[in-house]
């Protein structure tokens, strides 16, 4: 996973949003507590944190507050998530891959942060999609990359977008129960443990 792929999740996350802008972006998500604007605010905010915490280091940066205006137009909001994805992708691009940044869930390296938000592109695009009530499904490749790098315990012989939704607990997989709590791997791979979190 790296910038260049993170840039083609960006893409076809906001022209499939882009297509929609004449539906209405207030209503709720199902099984979430925010709106559809909500959520693409959500995806921009988290790529927002991304970019300072990859540059901040290993220590948490808790000094700043950011938060994107889930009121502004949907136009905007995808002006937004576009933006943010490519100063992340800069910073990912130009850090060296031995960098380190804080999340919650393991010092990641920039593969890392480059997946988590492929992640959060992927997954709440299609949050969103639900809440529109219009089908998404991304290339395989791009579900892949997200997928791989975070979830190495996931199944290997499905196909990488049903299993990236099943590794988020947002659907059941043939053989695999919905899961109930879920988390990523964000530090590098060489540094997990070969078992699956609690799920």
């Not at 540059?55 to 938060?67: C, N, Q």
């Not at 890392?112 to 695009?125: I, N, Q, R, S």
């Amino acid at each position: 996973m790296d910038a260049n792929v993170l840039l083609s999740t960006a893409q076809t996350c906001t022209e499939f949003l882009s297509a929609h802008l004449e539906r209405d972006w207030s209503v709720p998500v199902p099984e979430m507590d925010l709106t559809v604007a909500g959520v693409v605010a959500h995806i921009s905010d988290s790529l927002h944190w991304y970019a300072y915490d990859l540059t901040a280091g290993p220590v948490e940066l808790s000094t700043m507050e950011f938060h994107v205006r889930a009121g502004s137009p949907p136009a905007e909001l995808l002006v937004t998530l576009g933006t943010t994805a490519k100063v992340l992708a800069a910073v990912v691009a130009t850090s060296s891959p031995e960098a380190r940044g804080f999340h919650p869930w393991g010092i990641a390296d920039p593969a890392g942060f480059a997946a988590m938000a492929g992640d959060e592109l992927l997954v709440h695009t299609f949050d969103a999609a639900r809440g529109l009530g219009v089908e998404f499904e991304p290339p395989a490749r791009l579900a892949a990359a997200a997928l791989y790098r975070l979830f190495p315990w996931t199944p290997m012989d499905t196909d990488p977008w049903p299993t990236l939704l099943w590794a988020n607990g947002r659907a059941s997989l043939p053989g695999h129960p919905r899961l109930q709590k879920w988390r990523w791997h964000c530090a590098p791979l060489s540094e997990w443990d070969g078992s699956a979190p609690i799920s």
